[in-house]
């Protein structure tokens, strides 16, 4: 999935929506099949410079945030502030990402 809504971040995962296309991350699975062992909590690789998520779920769930609208085409940061609040929802609830960039 990539560019998508963020519905919704709870402490159990969060909920997205493309399209009709709903889908749910779940934070205790993602770490259970992290290969990357940060704390037992790591969730998902985040790639600031393209500002991108590779949850651990099966497949793996990949969410792009761009920026949108004028915002985009007068290099506005609306894409990068989603990105960053989703970061700190995350780490809200005590899960974590890895950095790939």
């Known amino acids: 999935m990539r560019e998508c809504e963020v519905c919704a971040v709870c402490a159990s995962g969060i909920t997205l929506k493309r399209g009709k296309e709903e889908c749910f991350v779940d934070f ?3 770490a259970a099949n992290a290969p990357i062992q940060k704390g037992g909590n790591c969730v998902a690789l985040r790639n600031a410079a393209t500002l ?3 949850f651990f779920t099966v497949p793996p769930t990949i969410v792009c945030f761009q920026a949108r609208g004028w915002k985009k085409r007068f290099g506005g940061q ?4 989603r990105f960053w609040d989703l970061q700190a929802e995350i780490e809200k609830y005590g899960y974590s990402t890895a950095e790939l960039s």
């Open 78 to 81: 609306d894409g990068a502030k």
């Open 52 to 54: 991108e998520f590779a």
């Open 28 to 30: 205790q699975a993602c």
